[in-house]
C-alpha cells in the first residue's frame, strides 16, 4: 500500500514537472530595486520570461547583506515557482560572516546554472589624489585610517573586497557601510568617501560620464567593459582576487525536471546576442554551467572566501 502511495506520488510529480511552469514565478531578490545584482535581474527576466512562457515576477527582499531574502527562498515550497537570484555576498559570503543564518546556502539550495560573472571595480572621488591603486595605498599609508572606505554593508561582498586590499597591501581605511551598493556609489559621488569597491554594472555609467575614476578591476584579468583598466594584480598587488558571480538557485527537493527547464532557459537565454551584448554593456560577462559545474563553482568559492574572511577578521556580527 505504501509503496502504491509513493509510486503514485513520484508520478504526480513527474507529470507536474512535465507542465512546468503552468503559473507565474517568483524571482527572490536580496537586494533594494536599483542595486547591481537588481539591474542585472531585471535585464534578463523579461528573456527567461519569454522562453519558459509564464512571467517572472520580481520580488526584492532587501536586508542583512541579502541573508532575508535567501532564506526566504530557502525556506519556500520545492515546487519550481520559487527562484532565486544567487550572489556571492549571501551564498559565500554572508555564511563566514554571520555567526549564525537560518539557511545553510550549500544545502537548502540546489544550483541551477551561472548567467554572468562580474568584476568588482575600484573608483574614487576625482578629487582624491590617485590615479592607480598604488597612488591610492600610498595615501593610506601617509594617511592611516584618515580615507573613508565606502561599502553595501556589514559583511558584504564590496567590504570584503576593501579589508582585502587594505589587507594585501597593509594599509588602513575607516569602513562606512551603507544600505547597499546605490548608498555606498552615492557617497563617494558626494565625497562623503573617498573610495569604495562595487560590482562594475553600478558605478559604469558615472565612470564613463567622468563623475568617478576607475582605479582597478578586482578579477584575474581585465573587463571588456573597461579594457584600460588594471587589475589589482597588475597594479602591484598579485595576491588581489575578487570578482562577483551571480545565478539562479531553487529550493532543495525541487524536481530535477524542473531544474533542467529552468537551465536550459537559461543556456537558450544567455546566448542571445542582443542580451549578451546588454549584459556585457553593464560590465559584466555572460556565463552558464550545468547544475553540477555550478555546485563545484560555488563550493570552491566557499572554501575560498572563508579563508579571506578569517585573514582579514571580517564579521557582521
Known sequence: MRLAAY???????????????????RLILPQSPGSAT????????????????????????AGAGGIVGAE????????????????????T??????????????????????????QVLLVVNPVVPATNVRELVALMKAKPGELNMASAGVGSSSHLAGVLLTTVTDTR??????????????????????????????PLGFVRAGKLRALAVGGTSRSSALPD??????????????????????????????????????????????????????GAEPKTTTPAEFSRFIRAEYERIGRVVKAAGVTAE
Not at 509510486?7 to 514537472?17: F, H, P, Q
Not at 559570503?93 to 562580474?118: G, W
Not at 581605511?173 to 562595487?198: D, N, R
Request: aromatic fraction near 8%; hydrophobic fraction near 45%.
Open 229 to 282: 583598466v588594471p587589475t589589482v594584480a597588475e597594479s602591484g598587488y598579485p595576491d588581489y582576487e575578487l570578482a562577483s558571480w551571480y545565478g539562479w538557485l531553487v529550493p532543495r527537493g525541487t524536481p530535477l525536471a524542473v531544474i533542467e527547464r529552468l537551465r536550459a532557459a537559461t543556456v537558450s537565454v544567455m546566448n542571445s546576442p542582443e542580451l549578451r551584448e546588454q549584459v556585457m554593456n553593464q
Open 93 to 118: 559570503v554572508s555564511p563566514h560572516t554571520y555567526k549564525k543564518l537560518n539557511y545553510d546556502p550549500l544545502t537548502e539550495l540546489v544550483p541551477v546554472s551561472l548567467f554572468a560573472i562580474s
Open 173 to 202: 581605511a575607516l569602513h562606512v557601510p551603507y544600505k547597499g551598493a546605490g548608498g555606498s556609489i552615492g557617497a563617494v559621488l558626494a565625497g562623503e568617501a573617498h573610495w569604495t569597491f562595487t560590482p562594475m554594472q553600478g
Open 72 to 91: 526566504t527562498a530557502a525556506k519556500a515550497p520545492p515546487d519550481g515557482y520559487t527562484v532565486l537570484v544567487g550572489a556571492s555576498a549571501w551564498i
Open 7 to 25: 509510486l503514485l506520488a513520484l508520478c504526480a510529480a513527474s507529470a507536474a514537472a512535465q507542465d512546468y511552469p503552468s503559473k507565474p514565478i
Open 38 to 61: 537588481d539591474v542585472l535581474a531585471r535585464l534578463i527576466a523579461p528573456k527567461m520570461s519569454e522562453a519558459l512562457g509564464q512571467p517572472l515576477v520580481i520580488d526584492n527582499r
